[in-house]
């Protein structure tokens, strides 16, 4: 069909059958997350003070999932909340504990921040 001809899809089945290829047929629904082990939860130093004067001061971070043709991938991120700017991130299929430390090894390696580096996180589901 891609290349102009005709066919029925009866017929593209049958040709896909006989090679041994399957049709792709949408994606799976979004991913969701299940409880692990529940975590202490850390105190709320920043306070939603998101304006800060210096660079590598205060860190945010968090992360998302995109869809893409393998599967469903996972993106942490990490920014600098005086530039908006990214300094890290890692990218996986599992959403886990390394992600998340990833992305933080990739910013401190990138920025190599002071020792009072505040990090910041909404300590969401992993």
């Avoid at 029925?8 to 799976?28: D, I």
């Avoid at 304006?51 to 993106?75: C, K, N, Q």
């Amino acid at each position: 069909r891609d290349l102009g001809e005709r066919c029925s899809r009866h017929r593209v089945h049958r040709l896909m059958r006989t090679e041994g290829l399957r049709a792709q047929v949408g994606y799976g629904r979004k991913p969701r997350f299940h409880g692990g082990t529940p975590c202490k939860a850390a105190a709320n130093l920043l306070d939603r003070q998101f304006d800060v004067t210096e660079p590598d001061t205060a860190w945010a971070s968090d992360f998302t999932f995109i869809r893409t043709h393998e599967g469903w991938m996972y993106l942490a991120v990490v920014i600098d909340l005086f530039s908006r700017q990214v300094v890290g991130w890692a990218m996986r299929d599992r959403a886990d504990t390394e992600l998340v430390v990833q992305a933080l090894l990739s910013a401190v390696w990138r920025r190599k921040p002071s020792a009072g580096c505040l990090v910041h996180s909404d300590q969401g589901s992993v």
